[in-house]
């Protein structure tokens, strides 16, 4: 018995160091924290396995710490590339901060299933807004007429739903950010980990102060982030922004469709 719980152990911590790399990656790649593919595989993936499953509070917890680190790796890559933008990450960087922390506290208090049907809910409306048609340029400067009032705004409410459900937020606000700002897509994706990184900071903050965050477990899905959120970032450059944006805009209906069809059982 002792033998298999270790061998469990094992097992378990490399399924979570290959989904961390997994949704880094994709993070790096699209500009996102990685939530959006993270959430639904450590949902699924471990039981699927054979492995313990998790909690969806647990879940949450454990990736918004792997959204902090994916996102702080991935903005340094882009960084280096040039494709990112002070004036428009440093409000929303802010405003989404405080939004995030204000939702990770209030999580703990919201059931399992609303949760999951928040985030399948939140991902379905950000994946019709990624390919909705709008005038928004592909590639470019920030636009001269950027309102960062406006900008803020959109921000610190994208950070509440997100601190509710234990994501970075940048599924929902890159295509905001396309859709309502008409923001390039080379802009939204360098910037928007920069202002992922904010809201996933205070996010953190809110569930670990709240117990809501399974350390042991979590530390194996940091070590494949750090590993893939460099990676993603690189090839991001490599391809056309058109393929990025339909590439976006198709994970994050996939993973919609997906965690909406396991609710109706």
């Keep these: 018995m002792q033998i298999f719980r270790r061998k469990g152990v094992s097992m378990e911590s490399g399924v ?4 961390g790399f997994v949704g880094a990656f994709v993070s790096g790649l699209l500009g996102i924290g990685g939530a ?14 054979g492995l313990p ?15 902090l ?37 209030a999580s703990g208090r919201v059931p399992d299933v609303l949760l999951k049907a928040l985030f399948a809910l939140l991902a379905l409306v950000a994946a019709l807004l990624m390919v909705w048609p709008v005038r928004a340029p592909l590639e470019g400067d920030v636009p001269e007429d950027f309102q960062t009032g406006w900008a803020a705004a959109i921000a610190g409410t994208v950070g509440v739903l997100s601190g509710l459900v234990g994501a970075g937020g940048a599924f929902m606000l890159a295509p905001m950010m396309r859709s ?21 900071v205070l996010g953190t903050i809110g569930k670990a102060v709240s117990g809501q965050i399974p350390w042991a477990q979590t530390a194996f899905l940091v070590v494949g982030s750090m590993a893939g959120a460099p990676l ?12 990025l944006r339909w590439m976006l805009a198709g994970l994050i209906a996939l993973t919609a469709g997906n965690m909406l069809w396991k609710l109706r059982g």
């Design 36 to 49: 959006i593919l993270l959430v639904p595989m450590l949902l699924y993936v471990p039981p699927g396995l």
């Design 69 to 105: 680190v994916a996102s702080l790796v991935g903005m340094l890559t882009h960084r280096k590339q040039g494709a990112f933008s002070t004036k428009v990450a440093l409000p929303m960087a802010i405003a989404i901060g405080f939004g995030a922390a204000a939702g990770g506290l």
């Design 180 to 200: 309502v700002l008409r923001l390039p897509i080379r802009v939204i994706i360098g910037s928007s980990l920069a202002i992922v990184l904010s809201s996933a």
């Design 16 to 19: 979570l160091i290959g989904i």
């Design 232 to 243: 993603g970032a690189k090839t991001s450059h490599r391809l056309n922004v058109q393929s």
């Design 53 to 67: 499953g998790f909690r969806m509070g647990d879940v949450a917890g454990m990736t918004i710490v792997q959204v």
